[in-house]
C-alpha cells in the first residue's frame, strides 16, 4: 500500500498546449508531489489498472448517498469500475477480479473519493462575460451583453483561445462532464470540440441555431443554419469520440422559425444525437412563444411539435411550467437543468426542483454562465439548495428536508440521468466509466476547516458547503487523470 501520490509532470495530452489563462502564467501547468516519484504514472494513462481505497463517496438515488468510512474502488484497464467495496473485504475482492498484485493508492484522513461532476448546461461562448451585465433582465440582457460577445467567435483563433481556457477551467473544478452551448459559428465551436478532446473531458457541444430576433450582426439564413448544423454533427460524429458528442441545439423557441426546429428536429432523429435547449425561463419569454405559436397550447408543446424532446433531450430553466407540461417532460423522457444562480441573477425566478422531480423530470445542475457567475458546479449546488429553502420558507409549506446528500445526487448520477448517460456515468456501479474526483480538505489554502474529528459524512458536508477548486487534487475522466494538483504537506515546501 502507498500513500495517495501525484506524479511530477501532467499528462502531456492535457498540458501540451494550455496556459493559465486565467492567472496569465506563460508556462504550461504542471504538477508535483513529495511522493510522486514512488507512483508516477498514476493516472497518466488508460491502461494501468488500480485499486483505491479510503473514503467513498457515491450517490445511489435522490436521498441516498453511500458514505463508506474505508472503503475501496477498483478500477479495471479499459477506464470502468470493477467494484467498490467495504476496505476489510478487499484482499478477499481484488483477488477474485485479478487485481491482487496492484499496488494500492491509499487515501489519507482528509481525503475521499467521490464521482465527478457533470454540468447540464453552460455556454462556453460567455465565458468572458460571467460576472457582469446582470442590470436588466433576460431578453435585454442578451442583446445588450449576449449577442456581441458570442459574435465575437467568428473569429477561429480568438476561439481557440478561450474555449482551452474554459475547458481547463471546469476540469480544475472538478466537472468531468459538461453540456455546452457555443456560438453560431461552425469552425469554432470545432474548436470547442477540439479542446475537450485534449484535455480529456465528457463534453456535449452544440452549435447554436437562429434565424431570426438576433442582432443585426448575430443571426442566421435559415438554410444555412441548417447545413452548417448538419455538416457539424457529421464532422464530430466522423471522429468517433469516445468523449465528445454533437447536439443539436436551438437556442430557444422565439429565436427559430418552424422551419428552422422543424429541420433541426429531423437532424436530431437522423443522426441519433442528443438536443438541448431553453425551456419556460421567463414570464415575458413564455407571452413570446404564445404569440408566435397561437395554435400550439404551451410553450413545451412547441418543442414537442416538432420532434424536440425525448431521452435525449435536456431543457434548461423550467422555471414556470404547468402541471400538463411537467407531465410531457416526464412522458417523453426529457432532462431539466436547474439553473439557480442564472435564474437569481436575472430575476427569471425560481424552479421547484421538488416539485419537477415528483412530476417524475429527471432534473440535473446547471452552471448557465454567463447568467449564472460561477462556473462552479458545488456553487450551482449551493444557489440549488438556496433557492429550496427560499420556497419553503415564502411558501410557508411542509415541504421535504433537502441538504447536500440531494444536491450531490443532482450533481452527479441526477446530471447524467437528465443527459441520458447515467447508464455509463454518475456513480460507482461496476462497468461505469471511473469519472472521479479525489478530494482533500487539508489541501493548501483550504477554507473548510477540516478537523481529524469529523466523520465521513462530516467531511462530504463542509466540502458542498465551503469546498471549492483547491480541495480538488485528482480529476478522472474514463479512469484517466486529466487534472493533478499539489498535494497537501510537500506544496508549501
Excluded at 151 to 171: C, G, P, Q, T, W
Excluded at 282 to 299: C, F, G, L
Excluded at 346 to 356: F, W
Excluded at 412 to 440: H, M, R, S, Y
Aim: aromatic share 8%; net charge negative; charged share 20%.
Amino acid at each position: 500500500v502507498q500513500p495517495f501520490a501525484l506524479s511530477p509532470t501532467a499528462p502531456d495530452h492535457l498540458w501540451a498546449a494550455v496556459t493559465r489563462l486565467s492567472l496569465n502564467m506563460a508556462e504550461p501547468l504542471a504538477a508535483s508531489g513529495a511522493a510522486a516519484n514512488a507512483d508516477a504514472d498514476v493516472g497518466c494513462d488508460g491502461g494501468r489498472r488500480r485499486v483505491i481505497r479510503g473514503r467513498v463517496v457515491h450517490s445511489r438515488s435522490l436521498h441516498d448517498l453511500v458514505v463508506l468510512d474505508d472503503g475501496a474502488v477498483g478500477i479495471g484497464s479499459d477506464g470502468k469500475v470493477l467494484f467498490v467495496c467495504p476496505g476489510s473485504e478487499l484482499e478477499e475482492v481484488t483477488k477474485r477480479h485479478g487485481l491482487d498484485s496492484v499496488q494500492v493508492d491509499q487515501l489519507t484522513a482528509s481525503q475521499f473519493v467521490c464521482p465527478g461532476f457533470v454540468d447540464t448546461h453552460t455556454h462556453a461562448c460567455q465565458f468572458t462575460n460571467a460576472g457582469k451585465g446582470y442590470d436588466v433582465p433576460l431578453l435585454e440582457w442578451l442583446q445588450k451583453y449576449t449577442f456581441p460577445t458570442e459574435a465575437r467567435f467568428a473569429d477561429v483563433e480568438f476561439a481557440k483561445r478561450i474555449y482551452l481556457h474554459v475547458v481547463e477551467s471546469l476540469l480544475r473544478q472538478g466537472t468531468t462532464t459538461a453540456v455546452y452551448f457555443a456560438s453560431l459559428h461552425r469552425e469554432a465551436t470545432l474548436c470547442l470540440a477540439d479542446a475537450a478532446e485534449q484535455l480529456g473531458q465528457r463534453a456535449f457541444v452544440g452549435k447554436v441555431c437562429m434565424d431570426q430576433f438576433g442582432s443585426d450582426d448575430y443571426v442566421e439564413d435559415t438554410d444555412t443554419s441548417i447545413a452548417e448544423t448538419e455538416l457539424f454533427v457529421k464532422q464530430v460524429l466522423e471522429r468517433k469520440s469516445e468523449l465528445v458528442t454533437p447536439v443539436v441545439t436551438p437556442r430557444f423557441v422565439p429565436t427559430c422559425s418552424s422551419k428552422l426546429l422543424e429541420n433541426l428536429g429531423r437532424l436530431a432523429k437522423q443522426y441519433n444525437v442528443p438536443i438541448q435547449s431553453h425551456l419556460c425561463e421567463t414570464r415575458n419569454e413564455i407571452a413570446w412563444v404564445s404569440r408566435q405559436h397561437p395554435d400550439v397550447p404551451s410553450y413545451t408543446q412547441v418543442y414537442e411539435k416538432y420532434g424536440l424532446l425525448g431521452p435525449k433531450t435536456v431543457m434548461a430553466h423550467c422555471v414556470h411550467m404547468s402541471e400538463a407540461e411537467l407531465e410531457l417532460m416526464a412522458k417523453t423522457n426529457t432532462g431539466a437543468s436547474h439553473c439557480a444562480a442564472s435564474n437569481f441573477n436575472l430575476r427569471s425566478g425560481i424552479m421547484d426542483v421538488e416539485r419537477t422531480i415528483k412530476a417524475g423530470v429527471k432534473v440535473g445542475l446547471g452552471t448557465d454562465v454567463s447568467g449564472g457567475h460561477a462556473s462552479s458546479i458545488l456553487d450551482a449546488g449551493r444557489q440549488a439548495l438556496t433557492a429550496s429553502n427560499a420556497l419553503a420558507v415564502t411558501q410557508l409549506a411542509v415541504r421535504d428536508s433537502w441538504s447536500f446528500v440531494e444536491m450531490m445526487f443532482l450533481a452527479t448520477l441526477g446530471g447524467c440521468q437528465a443527459i441520458g448517460i447515467d447508464d455509463v456515468a454518475g456513480n460507482f456501479e461496476a462497468g461505469k466509466w471511473f469519472d472521479a474526483l479525489v478530494v482533500d480538505l487539508a489541501a493548501p489554502g483550504s477554507q473548510v476547516g477540516w478537523s481529524e474529528e469529523d466523520s465521513a459524512m462530516d467531511s462530504v458536508s463542509k466540502f458542498f458547503y465551503r469546498g471549492d477548486d483547491r480541495n480538488i487534487m485528482c480529476v478522472f475522466v474514463g479512469g484517466k487523470r486529466v487534472v493533478c494538483n499539489k498535494p497537501a504537506a510537500e506544496s508549501e515546501k
